[in-house]
C-alpha cells in the first residue's frame, strides 16, 4: 500500500528564505506526483504535476524535483513572501488501474515571517 | 473560466436526515471524484467515475453513495449520515488526457 510521508509538518521562515519542502513515497511505481497548495478553509490548488518520466518542473519561483527510485519529491521555492502562507500537500498516483485516485501525505503547514 | 464547483459549502444537519452535495465541472473531464480530509487523516477518496453512468469505491465509500448521469455532475449522496461523516468533502475531476486534478472549493459538514 502506497504512503506518502512530508516532514516536518510545520516549517516557519523569515520573508525572502530559499526553501525546500520534502515528499516522500514507499512504492517508486508512480504514474505522476502532483504538489497542491491549500489555504485555510479554501480548496486545492494544483501547483505541479510531474510524470513519472520526468525529473523536474518548474513554475516561477517554483520547482519540484522528482526521484522515483529513491521513492522522493521536493518543492523548492524560492525568495520565500508571507503570501507563500499556507499548506502544501503532495500526492502520488499508481502507475496501474484507471482510477486516478492519488494518495495525499498530510501536508507541511508553512509560514513566512514578514 | 475552468472551475469544479460544490455546493452548499457549508451544511450543519442531523444525524440520519438524508442530504446531497452536488459537484459541478465545466472541463469536460472524464474522471470525476470525491474526497474526506479529516485532521490526522489528510485526503482520503471516497468514490470515483471514469465516465458517466461508470462509478466505483475509493477507500472510504461506506455510508456514502454517488451517481454520474450527465459528464459534468457528479452529486455524493448521504442517505442516513452519522456523526462521524463531519468532515470537510473536496470534489475533483481531470482529463484522462492532462492528468492534472482539480478540486473544489471544498463543503464542511457537520453532522449532529
Known amino acids: 500500500k502506497q504512503e506518502v510521508t512530508q516532514i516536518p509538518a510545520a516549517l516557519s521562515v523569515p520573508e525572502g528564505e530559499n526553501l525546500v519542502l520534502n515528499c516522500s513515497f514507499t512504492?517508486?511505481?508512480?504514474?505522476?506526483l502532483q504538489w497542491f497548495r491549500q489555504d485555510p478553509g479554501k480548496g486545492l490548488t494544483s501547483l505541479l504535476l510531474?510524470?513519472?518520466?520526468?525529473r523536474e518542473q518548474t513554475s516561477g519561483r517554483l520547482n519540484a524535483s522528482l526521484d522515483k527510485s529513491s521513492g522522493r519529491s521536493t518543492l523548492y521555492i524560492a525568495a520565500s513572501q508571507p503570501g507563500d502562507s499556507a499548506t502544501y500537500l503532495c500526492?502520488?498516483?499508481?502507475?496501474?488501474?484507471?482510477?486516478?485516485?492519488?494518495?495525499f501525505g498530510k501536508g507541511i503547514t508553512l509560514s513566512v515571517r514578514p | 473560466e475552468a472551475q469544479v464547483t460544490q455546493n452548499p459549502r457549508y451544511l450543519i444537519t442531523v444525524t440520519g436526515k438524508k442530504l446531497t452535495v452536488t459537484c459541478s465541472q465545466n472541463m469536460n473531464h472524464e474522471y470525476m471524484s470525491w474526497y474526506r480530509q479529516d485532521p490526522g487523516l489528510g485526503l482520503r477518496q471516497i468514490y470515483y467515475s471514469m465516465n458517466v453512468e461508470v462509478t466505483d469505491k475509493g477507500d472510504v465509500p461506506e455510508g456514502y453513495k454517488v451517481s454520474r448521469k450527465e459528464k459534468r455532475n457528479f452529486p455524493l449522496i448521504l442517505e442516513s449520515p452519522s456523526p462521524n461523516q463531519t468532515s470537510l468533502y473536496f470534489c475533483?475531476?481531470?482529463?484522462?488526457?492532462?492528468?492534472?486534478?482539480?478540486f473544489g472549493p471544498g463543503t464542511r459538514l457537520l453532522v449532529l
Open positions: 500526492a502520488v498516483r499508481p502507475y496501474t488501474g484507471a482510477n486516478s485516485k492519488l494518495t
Open positions: 475533483a475531476s481531470s482529463s484522462i488526457f492532462q492528468e492534472t486534478q482539480y
Open positions: 512504492d517508486s511505481a508512480i504514474y505522476n
Open positions: 510531474i510524470q513519472s518520466s520526468q
